[in-house]
């Protein structure tokens, strides 16, 4: 092994305990928490976030745990996303969503815990939603926005692998939205568009 390339490397091998009931990680480097009223823009009925807030207070729409992998490369990134269950109007909980700074990098979900869908959308709105559940793997190939949608009564949890270079392009999304949604519609989640979705 040649030292040089060896001691550009910062990470060493290790391993890592996630909880499959709460989703937590032992000794993760970075904890990023996503409340409702820091994304109250990304559910499609902005006013029923709001008259939320204001009947319930605020609420941890999900979480995410992770390693401090350095963002590069050749590296494999991983975290634990852990999203709970609940609704905004007729909007089940879920992932802001992003696209990747390197759009053609894929992604792997593995699926720890709970029930849910994976929409991932193209930019010109084509779109394919996979179901997930304990057991269950989804592969988002680049150029694919992806959010997790929990349509469950318990915690979402799962393991999102990708590579280290990825990046998370979040503007795209925040200012479009995505063009199809999963609500409840008489007790089931269903597939509408978004009528507010920016072309
Ligand atoms: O990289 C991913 O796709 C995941 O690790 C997500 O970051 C995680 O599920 C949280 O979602 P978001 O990044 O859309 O806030
Ligand atoms: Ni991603």
């Known amino acids: 092994m040649d030292l040089k390339i060896e001691n550009k490397r ?57 390693k401090g992998i350095p963002e590069i490369d050749g590296e494999v990134r991983f975290c634990s996303s852990i999203t709970y269950p609940g609704k905004i109007g007729d909007e089940y909980f879920m992932t802001k969503g992003h696209f990747h700074s390197r759009p053609d990098t894929a992604e792997l979900y593995y699926c720890i815990r709970g029930h849910g869908y994976m929409l991932m959308e193209r930019e010109n709105g084509d779109y394919v939603i996979e179901e997930m559940y304990p057991g269950r793997a989804v592969y988002v190939p680049g150029y694919y926005a992806h959010r997790s949608i929990n349509i469950g009564d318990e ?43 920016k072309e």
């Open 10 to 66: 910062v990470v060493y091998p290790f391993s890592v305990g996630i909880d499959s009931e709460t989703g937590m990680m032992d000794d993760y480097d970075v904890h990023i928490e996503r409340w409702l009223k820091d994304i109250t823009k990304m559910f499609y009925d902005e006013n029923a976030a709001i008259k939320y807030l204001n009947k319930h207070g605020n609420i941890k729409i999900y979480e995410v745990y992770e």
């Open 155 to 197: 915690p979402l949890i799962s393991l999102p692998v990708y590579p280290g270079d990825a990046g998370h392009d979040y503007g795209t999304i925040e200012q479009k939205g995505f063009k199809h949604l999963v609500v409840d519609k008489d007790g089931k989640p269903s597939i509408i568009v978004n009528p507010y979705y």
